[in-house]
């Protein structure tokens, strides 16, 4: 692999696993330690790795997200269930809101097959795979196209989501935790997440519980501002009792 190559694994692999160590990415890419090294301490300088003994975690403080592609591979159990019980929450002849993101994909699975919906949403891959669904109403909410993440954003898909009355959004996140709230390294997303905050009757978040304890430049909003929350139920201990505590309806799914 070439310099790129190797510190995109190094940052897809953190994605996953949070930490490794150095000498398991030597074996992993069968390169020396010295080259191992070079390649942290150049995502380190990009923000997005900490160096910690013998080896590297994933930095809190996200500047970047994975595409589509890679992200749709992490955490797959955990994002199908999630998905599976999110859509249990929708009625029939509710509009639905589903967020661009993999976890989001994953009810759109479950909702393509009812009856008597109207889905909206920004992603593209979800579109694709609703689009052979006939008895479904389906809306995209156009905007500029963020091709990374397969999905759109920007004034243009706000303006159309303050044309609707949507009955259920399922919001999707890289990070979130009590400090930070729900949060993003894009500044583009922000507005249209505060949208949907504001036009819809009840608001979920959907998130697997890797992305708990991370947050972004750009805050969405306080965890208090959301109706519910459904993750797995792999958060520490002292997580799910500070939770359960809040106003908010918590699910911790079992996976």
Same mark, same amino acid.
């Given at each position: 692999?070439?310099?790129?190559?190797? /510190?995109?694994? !190094?940052?897809r692999y953190l994605h996953e696993?949070?930490?490794? =160590? &150095? $000498?398991?990415? *030597?074996? %992993?890419? #069968?390169?020396?330690?010295?080259?191992? /090294?070079?390649? !942290?301490?150049?995502?380190?300088?990009?923000?997005?790795?900490? =160096? &910690? $003994?013998?080896? *590297?975690? %994933?930095? #809190?403080?996200?500047?970047?997200?994975?595409?589509?592609?890679?992200?749709?591979?992490?955490?797959?159990?955990?994002?199908?269930? &999630?998905?599976?019980?999110?859509?249990?929450?929708?009625?029939?002849?509710?509009?639905?809101?589903?967020?661009?993101?993999?976890?989001?994909?994953?009810?759109?699975?479950?909702?393509?097959?009812?009856?008597?919906?109207?889905?909206?949403?920004?992603?593209?891959?979800?579109?694709?795979?609703?689009?052979?669904?006939?008895?479904?109403?389906?809306?995209?909410?156009?905007?500029?196209?963020?091709?990374?993440?397969?999905?759109?954003?920007?004034?243009?898909?706000?303006?159309?989501?303050?044309?609707?009355?949507?009955?259920?959004?399922?919001?999707?996140?890289?990070?979130?935790?009590?400090?930070?709230?729900?949060?993003?390294?894009?500044?583009?997303?922000?507005?249209?997440?505060?949208?949907?905050?504001?036009?819809?009757?009840?608001?979920?978040?959907?998130?697997?519980?890797?992305?708990?304890?991370?947050?972004?430049?750009?805050?969405?909003?306080?965890?208090?501002?959301?109706?519910?929350?459904?993750?797995?139920?792999?958060?520490?201990?002292?997580?799910?009792?500070?939770?359960?505590?809040?106003?908010?309806?918590?699910?911790?799914?079992?996976?």
């Amino acid at each position: 692999m070439i310099p790129s190559e190797r /510190r995109d694994f !190094i940052y897809r692999y953190l994605h996953e696993y949070q930490t490794v =160590s &150095i $000498s398991s990415l *030597v074996e %992993l890419m #069968n390169v020396s330690h010295m080259t191992v /090294r070079r390649d !942290i301490s150049a995502l380190e300088e990009e923000g997005k790795v900490i =160096s &910690i $003994s013998g080896g *590297v975690r %994933l930095n #809190n403080a996200l500047h970047q997200e994975l595409p589509w592609n890679e992200k749709a591979r992490l955490h797959y159990q955990s994002k199908r269930e &999630i998905g599976r019980f999110a859509a249990s929450l929708v009625e029939d002849g509710q509009v639905v809101y589903l967020d661009a993101g993999t976890t989001t994909f994953e009810i759109a699975r479950v909702l393509g097959e009812r009856f008597n919906l109207t889905i909206v949403t920004n992603d593209f891959s979800i579109v694709q795979y609703l689009i052979n669904k006939p008895q479904l109403n389906l809306f995209h909410t156009g905007g500029k196209v963020d091709k990374r993440n397969h999905s759109s954003a920007g004034n243009i898909a706000v303006m159309m989501l303050k044309s609707l009355n949507i009955d259920v959004a399922f919001m999707s996140t890289s990070s979130w935790d009590f400090e930070h709230g729900v949060s993003t390294p894009h500044e583009e997303k922000v507005l249209l997440k505060q949208t949907l905050l504001e036009i819809s009757r009840r608001s979920i978040l959907v998130s697997d519980s890797s992305k708990f304890g991370k947050y972004g430049m750009f805050r969405v909003c306080a965890l208090e501002q959301l109706d519910d929350i459904i993750c797995d139920n792999h958060l520490p201990e002292n997580i799910i009792k500070k939770l359960k505590e809040t106003n908010i309806n918590f699910y911790p799914i079992d996976v």
